[in-house]
């Protein structure tokens, strides 16, 4: 399909007004996810990565709030065959539990969480439960449901659909459970799938199954998948753009090929060189090597640093700059967005913060 | 020395005996019903496991969630009593000795030479003592150091792993994951031992705190002449820090070799799989990857014969009926499978 | 990293958020007491609670002193006597420092109920620090100054302030004296409980096996049988002509016997789930003896755990007595407990004309809801590790 764009985030805060303090858990997230591509945002526990996401459904926890910023939905409306509008919501604008959010929450963008066990209901079979969501947003009754249902489990690749229909959640595995989740996110066909860390309560082999069965479902349903996860090994199978979150802020964002070739933020840098590579390990032939670290650790969620906030970990890290002035957001080529000092002289297109 | 078992075979007899050589380990849990707890069947854990460990190396041994690999490291400690089997340590005091019949005063002295550190930075830490108490828990419970000498070696212990001594009088409360496991090394370190079963100690850290526990690691094993028991799931992980690695399935030990050999020319299509799925930090496309079918077998109720050939691509009938034994193939390299030696497998590819 | 490990890293960033800037370092040093007791003190429905219930105490335990009258001291003159009127104005319109006025008692003619008319001329003053009945302070020390009254000896007006009951004794004296056994009775079941509960419990939890099955199968008997009809059967077979401090006794024996099986239950739980804990098992590895374990390691972990239960248990105590009581076969005169006050309410004719007499009934309600709010803070505050 096209490049249309799907959803759009702009200038996002979500802070945590807690007893304690606030927490900027998202402070100023801008993203585009386009139609039928997968964008991956990639960060350490406590950067905001799942927040956004949260926000993007009007699903923020209390305290939590959105403080500021935009999120549009482009929503897609058939009228025949060829003929389609387009209608535009302003989900920042919508209530959390007005019917407007709820028609968009589960019918046109739904969530995949790390914990299969924490979506589902233990009491009612994996099937009653895709049957519920599915009739709660199509015109359909209890016969046709439960058909689709089976249908749709067998397309996640469960062995024996029909038999799955009618298990209870605590009878599969952990995997096959991952599978009935994602069978019933995608029940109402969805355009946009978010996915927070789907894999990493998995083993690798299970892991690659799914990995596998997401990638084959989005283009069968074409529909776009908003990737979560810490693991860059996953985020470099699954995505087609990465954004890389620290500290509530995104601070590089690219095609995946250019993030993992071609890093321009010390940060993604860091991060790429402190995780062991296969190939390296491999080419070492036994050889021991050190890690290259970050040093220190991701500071108090609480704590509002001046100018760049990776500027305590920052290797190339410029006295009076980073730690004076917020980075702007560079483009330093094309499609290729980085939040940074270093870049400022070579920048294509510059653009105030 | 004892009698051989095909395990410790002529490439490995070398002048120095392995650290720890495991033999035919087994642990089973009772499943019980009922008022009167019959015992109804068993799960076999850990179902017969031979390996062993060389003097400073790191053994990985790595396997999907619930195949038995932490239950294998807690048992060469006896932190939970194996069913069968034997676990022969080189005591530096003692000598060679079979932790596994070891009881009351001499398993204390043992374990102090055999340590073990956590996965969950939390939970491993009594939230209710100060860091001179958790570090020094072993020295003063093992008779090595009380007093003035107890707070002057857990000091020298925190600084080892890279903390102030000044923390000592700290609650856990106020380090971070990565600080917690930084002290729970400290407190596995503080008997000054041989030998460290390291239970998944990076999982539950953020990647650039992972890198600083797997550099200490590294420091610390070349300046204390440690040996390492390295459990982990993952495999970039296990990859990086080990000479040689150990893979399991289902309580079950299916290949022991070195770490260069086995990932990129394993030898038991359950190894070949794992390699395959490894999501690797590169979006170069590459070759489809293996997939497995169906699930992991119960370990209360594995199949006949060998345990993966339910879901193995290359099974024969052969596999169904008769279980494979473990065999070293090749100097070194140990497999679990009828077919190992006609099998051109693919491990990971170098693309270096 | 899973889910719940973050939440534990945020759990503890966000109490390092509880105490100022500059006071990390103590922070980082407090013990469990301490950060429980920071804990705590977030609570501010807990902190009056605790307040109040340490007022109640006082009372209780400075019975004699703060009562205005001996509470067995029959004021024949002023029998049912209503609240007194506390006034700083008098007729004439000035003010004074409180004051009563005194009182002429008179009868109804039809029903021979005594009536009670004000005598605006003459002024009694309250005062604090007054000489009244003499009374031994815990049945030691002699005196006869009281907090507060009426002074100006036999002649002057006595102070009701929640008036008298159909013999003639002063309510609130009577409710500051009940307190003394009506608040006791919780505290020292509980410390039964505790006991029970901390063995039968420890024992089960720890021992396992058939032992647990044998002691969870009785918790759950005892659980399971209705609880006024069974504090009834066992009340009424206490002697009658056994003393009341025996009686007083027994009762609070009966009381605690539902206590405890809570107790056990909690104590048995944690005891299992911490056997699990990696620490148990790193301190097992570092050679640590099995009871410097349970000691070290086990107890202080789920000590909070018990105070929370035992905080939760008193409320029931208290109305466990209050109703033993007033149904005649808990405590019975002369000890003065409030449900043995509430007895005289029985006669609905008493509570219709002498409404004052159901004094106790707040002042029970009053306690039990401190409690509550107590336990609930406590609650919150008991394990400040986790959420």
């Known amino acids: 399909m096209s490049d249309h764009v799907l959803a759009e985030i702009k200038n996002l805060h979500t802070y945590f007004y807690l007893a304690e303090g606030v927490v900027r858990a998202v402070d100023g997230v801008d993203l585009t996810i386009k139609a039928g591509r997968t964008l991956g945002i990639v960060g350490e526990s406590g950067c905001g ?23 549009t939905y482009y929503q897609t409306i058939h009228k025949t065959e060829s003929a389609s509008t387009s209608n535009v919501i302003e989900i920042t ?101 978010i996915a927070d860390e789907p894999t990493t309560a998995l083993d ?89 670290t970050i040093r220190g650790m991701v500071p108090d969620p609480y704590s509002v640093l001046p100018g760049c906030s990776f500027h305590p970990r920052c290797p190339q890290f410029m006295e009076g700059v980073c730690n004076e002035v917020e980075p702007a957001v560079i483009e330093v080529e094309p499609g290729h967005i980085v939040r940074c000092h270093l870049y400022a002289s070579r920048t294509t297109k510059a653009r105030a913060n | 020395m004892t009698e051989q078992t095909n395990i410790h075979s002529a490439s ?97 002295q043992v374990r102090r030479n055999m340590r073990m550190i956590f996965q969950d930075p939390y939970a491993s830490l009594n939230p209710r003592m100060t860091l001179l108490e958790i570090v020094g828990a072993p020295l003063r419970a093992m008779n090595i150091a009380q007093g003035k000498e107890l707070e002057d070696r857990v000091a020298e212990m925190l600084r080892r792993v890279g903390l102030r001594p000044e923390y000592m009088r700290r609650y856990p409360h106020a380090f971070s994951g990565g600080q917690r496991q930084r002290i729970g090394l400290a407190r596995a370190l503080a008997p000054n031992p041989k030998f460290l079963v390291c239970d998944e100690p990076v999982s539950a850290l953020d990647v650039s705190v992972q890198a600083q526990i797997l550099n200490l690691l590294q420091e610390l094993q070349e300046e204390m002449g440690l040996t390492y028991l390295f459990v982990a799931h993952d495999l970039s992980v296990v990859a990086h820090i ?35 799925a490894i999501p690797r930090p590169d979006p170069t496309p590459r070759e489809k990857r293996i997939l497995l079918t169906g699930e992991v077998a119960n370990p209360a109720n594995p199949p006949s014969g060998c345990y993966f050939h339910p879901r193995c691509r290359y099974v024969k009938d052969i596999c169904k009926t008769e279980e494979p034994a473990f065999e070293e193939i090749s100097p070194g390299h140990f497999v679990k499978c009828h077919r190992a030696a006609e099998l051109n497998l693919s491990g990971v590819r170098n693309l270096a | 990293m899973s889910k719940k490990t973050l939440q534990k890293k945020q759990l503890g960033r966000k109490t390092r958020r509880q105490i100022p800037e500059g006071q990390e370092e103590e922070f980082y040093r407090a013990g469990q007491w301490q950060l429980v007791w920071w804990k705590f003190r977030r609570h501010k429905l807990a902190q009056i609670a605790m307040v109040v219930l340490g007022i109640l105490y006082f009372i209780a335990i400075f019975a004699e002193f703060v009562s205005p009258h001996d509470p067995l001291h029959r004021f024949k003159d002023y029998l049912s006597f209503p609240p007194t009127a506390i006034h700083i104005r008098d007729a004439e319109g000035r003010f004074h420092t409180p004051f009563v006025y005194g009182m002429k008692m008179g009868r109804d003619p039809n029903t021979f109920r005594p009536i009670y008319e004000e005598n605006s001329s003459i002024i009694y003053p309250i005062g604090l620090f007054v000489r009244g009945d003499p009374y031994k302070l815990w049945g030691l020390i002699p005196s006869d100054v009281h907090l507060f009254g009426v002074g100006g000896g036999d002649e002057a007006m006595p102070l009701f302030l929640m008036g008298t009951d159909t013999i003639g004794r002063d309510v609130l004296s009577r409710i500051f004296y009940g307190a003394r056994i009506s608040l006791s009775v919780g505290l020292i079941g509980v410390a039964i409980s505790f006991v029970l509960g901390l063995l039968l419990g420890g024992i089960s939890g720890f021992f396992g096996g058939v032992v647990d099955e044998i002691i969870q199968r009785v918790i759950e008997v005892i659980t399971t049988l209705p609880t006024i009809p069974l504090f009834m059967a066992l009340a009424a077979a206490l002697p009658r002509e056994w ?52 000691a070290r390691y086990m107890i202080p972990g789920f000590l909070s755990y018990i105070i929370v239960s035992l905080t939760g248990s008193l409320p029931g105590m208290i109305l466990g007595e209050t109703s033993l009581s007033f149904l005649g076969i808990g405590l019975n005169p002369p000890t003065i407990s409030w ?49």
């Open chain 3, 243 to 294: 003393p009341q401090l025996r009686i007083y006794f027994a009762t609070t024996l009966i009381l605690s016997i539902l206590g405890w099986t809570g107790l056990a239950r909690t104590v048995r739980g944690r005891l299992l789930s911490m056997r699990e804990e990696d620490f148990v098992l790193a301190a097992r590895l570092d050679g640590e003896s099995e009871a410097a374990i349970i």
């Open chain 1, 49 to 71: 990565k799942s927040i956004t996401a949260l926000s993007l459904m009007q699903l923020v926890p209390s305290p939590g709030k959105i403080k500021e910023g935009e999120i």
């Open chain 1, 204 to 292: 690798v082999t299970t892991e690659a199954q799914i990995l596998d069965l997401m990638r084959e479902l989005q283009q069968q349903y074409n529909m776009a998948i908003m990737y979560i996860t810490h693991n860059l090994g996953v985020i470099a199978e699954m995505a087609q753009e990465v954004a890389v979150m620290y500290m509530g802020k995104i601070v590089e964002q690219t095609d995946v090929a250019s993030i993992f070739r071609n890093p321009l933020h010390p940060y993604t840098q860091a991060l790429l060189r402190s995780i062991p590579q296969l190939d390296d390990v491999m080419a070492r032939a036994g050889q021991k090597k050190r890690l290259e």
């Open chain 2, 242 to 276: 080990s000479e040689r690695v150990a893979v399991m399935y289902v309580g079950k030990m299916v290949e022991m070799a070195t770490t260069h050999e086995l990932f990129m020319a394993p030898k038991h299509p359950y190894t070949e799989a794992l390699m395959s």
């Open chain 3, 339 to 387: 449900g043995v006050m509430l007895q005289d309410a029985q006669d609905i004719m008493n509570v219709a004309h002498y409404p004052w007499i159901l004094w106790p009934v707040p002042v029970v309600v009053l306690a039990v809801l401190m409690f509550n709010f107590l336990g609930d803070g406590l609650r919150d505050a008991a394990d400040p590790y986790v959420s």
């Open chain 1, 93 to 193: 604008k919508l209530k959390p539990n007005s019917r407007a959010m709820r028609a968009i929450r589960g019918n046109q963008i739904s969530m995949v969480f790390q914990e299969p066990m924490a979506a589902m209901l233990p009491v009612r079979t994996v099937g009653a439960q895709i049957m519920e969501a599915i009739m709660l947003h199509q015109q359909v009754n209890k016969a046709e449901a439960r058909e689709r249902a089976i249908d749709i489990l067998a397309r996640a690749k469960l062995p024996n659909a029909d038999r799955i229909v009618d298990t209870y959640p605590f009878q599969l595995s952990g995997g096959m459970r991952q599978r009935a989740v994602i069978a019933m996110a995608l029940s109402c066909n969805p355009n946009l799938l």
């Open chain 2, 12 to 108: 490995q007899m070398q002048a120095q005996p392995p650290l720890l050589e495991v033999k035919a380990l087994k642990k089973y849990f009772p499943i019980q019903r009922g008022f009167f707890k019959r015992v109804v069947g068993h799960v076999k854990a850990v179902d017969g496991v031979d390996f062993y460990v060389n003097e400073g190396e790191t053994l990985g041994l790595v396997g999907e969630s619930g195949c038995g690999k932490t239950t294998t490291g807690r048992c060469i400690l006896k932190a939970i009593a194996p069913s069968s089997g034997e676990v022969w340590f080189q005591d530096p005091q003692i000598g060679r000795i079979n932790v596994a019949e070891l009881e009351h005063e001499q398993l204390i």
